[in-house]
T-cell receptor
């Protein structure tokens, strides 16, 4: 079974402060990890995936297989980062089940 | 066209009605998905189609009937729904990866907000 845990429902930070959204997963095979973001009144969209090792909008995430974690980080939060963030896991296979964590709402205040 | 579109945006139906949700993509993706999202909850997978064939059914009640008439279209037929089926229904699509890089990114539509009275 695949499982994703996001321990924080809400994370509130000041503009310019560092951000870390936590994500832990459980999966017996070789997982593919994603971060999806949902801005207010917009569709769910991909922020980044671990295999591409990209930095998108200043966000990065490193897969730590030893700790089974995929935390999302950004050194300096911006107001426009306020959104709902979902960590998601996809198992082996070409069209497979995407399991989402419960989501963390990031609130960036002045 | 790089988007997944869904119609209608909103749907209100009674428990005895029959209605359909429609999803369309023109990105050449050969995998399509239906998710259900309740308020303040993450999306939950319902169905997966690969090459127009149903490959995953997450034990969804038979009052939800998916259909994939061609590689660009995905329908969800609704019949005899219950009020607890009220939710945002999301469609997604992706490529089918055949490399060791694993499954490809899923692209989501805006959803259909369904209310069952």
């Amino acid at each position: 079974a695949q499982r994703v845990t996001q321990p924080e429902k809400l994370l509130s930070v000041f503009k310019g402060a560092p951000v870390e959204l936590k994500c832990n997963y459980s999966y017996s095979g070789s997982p593919e990890l994603f971060w999806y973001v949902q801005y207010s009144r917009q569709r769910l969209q991909l922020l980044l995936r671990h295999i591409s090792r990209e930095s998108i909008k200043g966000f990065t995430a490193d897969l730590n297989k030893g700790e089974t974690s995929f935390h999302l980080k950004k050194p300096f939060a911006q107001e426009e980062d306020s959104a709902m963030y979902y960590c998601a896991l996809s198992g082996d296979g070409t069209a497979s089940k995407l399991t989402f964590g419960t989501g963390t709402r990031l609130q960036v205040t002045l | 066209d790089t988007e997944v579109t869904q119609t209608p945006k909103h749907l209100v139906m009674g428990m005895t009605n029959k209605k359909s949700l429609k999803c369309e993509q023109h990105m050449g993706h050969r995998a399509m998905y239906w998710y259900k999202q309740k308020a303040k909850k993450p999306p939950e997978l319902m169905f997966v189609y690969s090459y127009e064939k149903l490959s995953i059914n997450e034990s969804v009640p038979s009052r939800f009937s998916p259909e994939c008439p061609n590689s660009s279209l995905l329908n969800l037929h609704l019949h005899a729904l219950q009020p607890e089926d009220s939710a945002l229904y999301l469609c997604a699509s992706s490529q089918l990866s055949w490399t060791t890089s694993g499954p490809d990114t899923q692209y989501f539509g805006p959803g259909t907000r369904l209310t069952v009275l």
